[in-house]
């Protein structure tokens, strides 16, 4: 399984890091990606680093603010957030896909419970 973890409530312009740890499994194997969804609105994929390289993707609105990365040895992914925006706000999530398409992670084979960010003004 994945846990993710490391949200919790922050002003904006603050800073966050996620943490997405797999049990079970190697998650060097898969590609990871980050999706969040808030109330009322679908779920947005927001970024995915492959398996191989380590080439990431992201959408538009959080280039340049969020780094997704991974930690090999520990079988772990990291979502690092800063400039944060009130719009940020949302369950974020983690999935290990077979590949990265786009900025999703294709599959995918295990998902996170999800940690909530919340920013506020």
Known sequence: QLVDA?????QAGGSL???CVATGFALDTYAVGWF???PGK???GIGCITHDD??????DSVKGRFTIS???ANDAAYLQMNSLEP?????????AGYYCKGVEAYGPAYSGQGTQVTVSY
């Open 17 to 19: 890091r996620l943490s």
């Open 42 to 44: 679908e779920r947005e």
């Open 36 to 38: 969040r969804q808030a």
């Open 54 to 59: 380590g080439t990431t993707y992201y959408i």
């Open 87 to 95: 719009e940020d706000t949302a369950t974020y999530h983690c999935a």
């Open 6 to 10: 490391g949200g919790g409530v922050v």
């Open 70 to 72: 991974r930690d090999v």
